[in-house]
Structure formats: structure tokens, C-alpha cells
């Protein structure tokens, strides 16, 4: 089974920081790569799809990259609603596998 | 904007079987382009995929669930559902259902419906 490793566990920035989460894959997963946000009590929210695409309706503060094993989501400039969990996922055709989660706080 | 919406009991007896309905506004339910997942979260712990159901009916489930886990669905209803068998304590969590798609994954969610196993 493909295991999604994300990094960090928790991190603390302020309004307007520019901040990157990472995910890693167990083995290769070409783009099949997803991110959500989930904020307390709320379902989670596409955010990116196939490593890189914004999901419409997403601000452009928010982007992803890579590819094969490693993967990043970097927001450019927080916002004070920006302030959740994210999530990656690898989705693929037999299954779909979640990061642990990266809760984002407000330092 | 299409809704989906988890019902089912909130309380379940360990031992016994889980059963949740997921119901889809829309006709998407039948489209080929979508297939239909659950996915579980317990209190203050990450997201667990449980497994998915393809309009054809054909299935893919969590292999750390697989045994316990059966998924169907009734697309004239417009509904899904889930059913996990032999529940313990460890099952009790916020269960999501959620349309997937093979490019974008899982795009729209439900609002989730709190289950809890215990005697």
C-alpha cells in the first residue's frame, strides 16, 4: 500500500506569510495528488487536483507542485481564513490514501 | 450546486452492524464521470477513506476495511450507502460521504453525521 507522509505536523505563521506543506508518497504517484483544507467542524474542501490544478472557485494564493514522490502546497500570502487543517491524497484507481494532516496556526 | 447529505443512527451497539445512507440532489448519481466514497474521521485524528461505489455498482474499499465494509448503491433513489459490520469503540468517528471523479477526486462532501459505537 501507498503511504502519504506529510510534513509538518503543525505549523505557525502570521497574516501575509508565505508558508509550504510537503507530502510525501511511499513510492511513485505521478501527479495523483490532491489537497484539501478543513476547517474545525466543517467537511474538508478541494483546494488542488492532479498535483497542481486549482479547483475552481480556490484563491490563487494557493498552489501545488511536484511530482513522483514529493509534493508541495504553498500559500503565497495568508489569510486570516486560511487558518485549518490540510490534507493530501494520492487517488488513484484502486484506492485513495490521505496524509496525516498539517494544522496550520496562527503564531 | 449539487448537495449530498449523510442520515443514519447516531448510536450503534458494539458488535453490530453500521449503516448510513448518503442521498445526491442531482441526477450525477448516474453519470459514468462520478463514483461515490466514504470516508471516516474520529475526533481530533486525519481523514480514513473507507471505499467508493461506481454507478455500475462495482467497488473499492479501504484494504485496512475491506472485511467489514459493504457499499452499494440505488441510483433511481439517488442514494448510496455503507455499511461496516462488527463494530468496536475504534469505529466510532464523523463519517463523510463525498462524489469523486477519476481527474479531481473528491470534489463535493457531505456535511458529515456523527456515529458513535458504544453498549
Known amino acids: 500500500d501507498i503511504q502519504m507522509t506529510q510534513s509538518p505536523s503543525t505549523l505557525s505563521a502570521s497574516v501575509g506569510d508565505r508558508v509550504t506543506i510537503t507530502c510525501r508518497a511511499s513510492q511513485t504517484i505521478n501527479n495523483w495528488l490532491a489537497w484539501y483544507q478543513q476547517r474545525p467542524g466543517k467537511a474538508p474542501k478541494l483546494l488542488i487536483y492532479e498535483a497542481s490544478t486549482l479547483q475552481s472557485g480556490v484563491p490563487s494564493r494557493f498552489s501545488g507542485s511536484g511530482s513522483g ?12 481564513d486560511d487558518f485549518a487543517t490540510f ?3 494520492h487517488y488513484s484507481g484502486l484506492s485513495h490514501t490521505f496524509g496525516q494532516g498539517t494544522k496550520l496556526e496562527i503564531k | 450546486q449539487m448537495q449530498l447529505q449523510e442520515s ?9 452492524t453500521l449503516s448510513l445512507t448518503c442521498t445526491v440532489s442531482d441526477d450525477s448519481i448516474s453519470s459514468g464521470r462520478y463514483y461515490w466514497s466514504w470516508i471516516r474521521q474520529p475526533a481530533g485524528k486525519g481523514l480514513e477513506w473507507i471505499g467508493r461505489v461506481y454507478p455500475s455498482g462495482s467497488t473499492n474499499y479501504n484494504p485496512s476495511l475491506k472485511r467489514r465494509v459493504t457499499i ?3 441510483a433511481s433513489k439517488k442514494q448510496f450507502f455503507l455499511k461496516l459490520s462488527s463494530v468496536t469503540a475504534a469505529d466510532t468517528a464523523m463519517y463523510y460521504c463525498a462524489r469523486g471523479h477519476a481527474l479531481y477526486s473528491l470534489d463535493v462532501w457531505g456535511h458529515g453525521t456523527t456515529v458513535t459505537v458504544s453498549s
Not at chain 1, 514522490?69 to 486570516?80: A, G, R, V
Open chain 2, 72 to 74: 452499494s448503491i440505488d
Open chain 1, 69 to 80: 514522490t514529493e509534493f508541495t502546497l504553498t500559500i503565497s500570502s495568508l489569510q486570516p
Open chain 1, 87 to 89: 490534507y493530501c491524497q
Open chain 2, 8 to 16: 443514519g443512527p447516531g448510536l450503534v451497539k458494539p458488535s453490530q
